[in-house]
């Protein structure tokens, strides 16, 4: 009797602990930033026309994790089949300070338009400021008329990059190409 009633308060104890454990990794993290932080901070960049981005920023925070920074700017691209984009801004870090950053990057697809946008850009797994100057590839698809919110997923060197786009302008398509990220301005996006 008491071995089984030793057994059963293990089994207890496990589950309590495996039930716990999400709240104390999410309490570990403190270089991260949780979907109602950023929720805030897109609101007050985006302004009157964030009615979309929580549940933009909750997808991506769904899929892939809480990000450990996040890039306030904004950028401008065209595209006739073949595309250019370029942004600046700036990225947040806890553990790192601020610091000013610059992106382009060529496209090439079924794209054609142009668009202006304010960028909040989701920062995952990145583990040092240096590490994030580079290129990050990704297929991206556009359509909207005046105004909307985009969400894209780019990679490289096991960092993922969310920007979340909200434009205008007149942009329909879908195009394979990458952003450069760079300390300092450049007109090359090669």
């Given at each position: ?19 716990l ?19 805030d901070?897109?609101?007050k ?22 990000p ?15 595309g ?8 947040y ?11 382009q ?7 054609l ?5 304010r ?21 991206a ?44 301005a ?5």
């Amino acid at each position: 009797m008491r071995s089984s009633l030793s057994k059963f308060l293990a089994v207890i104890v496990v589950l309590v602990a495996a039930s716990l454990s999400p709240l104390v990794a999410r309490a570990a993290a403190p270089n991260s930033y949780s979907p109602n932080e950023l929720i805030d901070t897109g609101h007050k960049f985006f302004g009157q026309v964030s009615n979309g981005l929580a549940s933009v920023i909750e997808r991506a925070v769904s899929n892939y994790g809480q990000p450990n920074g996040y890039i306030l700017g904004q950028e401008g691209s065209g595209a006739i089949f073949g595309g250019l984009r370029y942004g600046e801004g700036t990225l947040y870090t806890r553990n790192a300070g601020n610091h000013h950053v610059f992106w382009q990057g060529p496209s090439l697809g079924l794209d054609l338009g142009g668009d202006g946008a304010r960028t909040m850009i989701l920062v995952y797994n990145m583990p040092s400021v240096s590490s994030l100057y580079t290129r990050f590839g990704g297929v991206a698809g556009s359509a909207y008329f005046v105004g909307g919110f985009g969400l894209t997923a780019l990679t490289a060197n096991e960092i993922t990059l969310v920007p979340v786009r909200s434009g205008v302008g007149a942009r329909l398509g879908i195009n394979v190409g990458y952003l450069k990220f760079t300390p300092t301005a450049t007109w090359n996006p090669f």
